[in-house]
């Protein structure tokens, strides 16, 4: 539920509701707002004496919080999230572009990959160390080898660096050389996971699952953020239908809905949503039309000889051409590439 403290309430005055509540055995999330203060209260509500609360000096009322997920929605927190990294802001004004090659394959191609989506305008890497792979058969990743070309490449370009991780014992290390942990569609119900990267506070990309309700994606951001970790990026990337036509089918209605439902950002991955380069640039007008916050997009030197997702790969010069082809669709929905 929310206690949502009055215009004139004083700090004290929160401070003294939020060890109230403690005390009755809740978890609080205290949002201070421009006008008011609200406090998140986590737990079971069977043991709230409203009335003790409702009676504390500076508390307006309670409202509860009706949707199973509670710290990502809306009902609690009107104001968007924008998640800073350094100087880069996800939920804001600008569309975030992230680019680079599904995996980290070799430094010649990645580096090469890097510089041309950095002048295309990309403000993020993209680049798997830790594949998760359909088939055990396929190429998994150069892992801590890939690591290490993915800071070098953040150090030499200035780009921030968004890479998988796959598995609670690998936390650690991918934080180490990475700006932000992503949660692949296949992982997103991976609690453990998604409890380990709560507790690390580095910011989440957070893909919906190959057959994912958006409520079942809200609950599993719920999972980060109600362990710790509020800076949640949430990402479509397709989902499965009967239609085999494409790899997956975009769920752009899941644009508007989430930012609905949540203050969280959400982007947009048009590339594992096709499977295939040439639909790219269309979905992500697409996406960009429909509000989304940024999309990650795979760019390869030579998709011919991509060791994964080759077919969905943009060449970086038509990555380029699609980031200029963008700013026009941005300006139309009063964004900024
Ligand atoms: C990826 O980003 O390379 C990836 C494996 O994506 P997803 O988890 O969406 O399939
Ligand atoms: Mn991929």
Request: proline letters at 5%; glycine letters at 8%; charged letters at 25%.
């Amino acid at each position: 539920m929310i206690i949502v403290m009055q215009t004139t309430a004083t700090q004290e005055q929160v401070k003294k509701v939020e060890e109230k509540l403690v005390a009755l055995g809740f978890k609080t999330h205290p949002i201070y707002g421009e006008v008011k203060t609200v406090i998140g209260a986590i737990g079971d509500k069977r043991l709230l004496d409203t009335q003790m609360i409702t009676s504390m000096p500076g508390v307006e009322n309670i409202v509860p919080i009706m949707k199973p997920y509670k710290l990502v929605s809306r009902e609690l927190k009107q104001s968007k999230t924008i998640i800073q990294i350094d100087d880069i802001a996800i939920g804001g004004q600008e569309i975030v572009i992230m680019a680079g090659p599904c995996a980290v394959e070799n430094e010649e191609v990645f580096f090469e990959t890097a510089r041309k989506v950095k002048a295309a305008g990309a403000k993020i890497l993209r680049g798997g160390a830790f594949k998760p792979r359909t088939s055990p058969y396929s190429f998994q990743g150069l892992e801590e080898e890939g690591l290490k070309m993915l800071d070098i490449a953040r150090k030499e370009t200035g780009l921030k660096i968004v890479t998988e991780v796959v598995d609670t014992r690998d936390v650690e290390v991918v934080s180490r050389y990475s700006d932000i942990l992503q949660i692949g569609a296949r992982n997103m119900q991976n609690f453990r996971l998604l409890k380990e990267v709560g507790a690390s506070g580095k910011p989440v990309l957070l893909k919906r699952g190959l057959s994912a309700t958006i409520e079942e994606w809200l609950m599993a951001a719920e999972y980060i953020m109600s362990s710790g970790n509020p800076n949640i990026i949430l990402c479509e990337r397709g989902i499965r239908t009967f239609e085999t036509a494409t790899r997956n089918t975009i769920d752009i209605s899941a644009i508007p809905v989430v930012k609905e439902l949540s203050h969280l950002p959400i982007i947009a991955d048009p590339s594992h949503a096709t499977g295939t380069w040439k639909y790219v640039d269309a979905l992500s007008k697409a996406a960009v039309a429909a509000g989304a916050d940024g999309l990650i997009i795979e760019v390869h030197n030579d998709p011919s000889r991509a060791l994964c997702d080759g077919p969905q790969s943009l060449r970086p010069e038509k990555f380029a051409q699609l980031m200029e082809e963008l700013k026009p669709v941005a300006l139309a929905v009063h964004r900024t590439i």
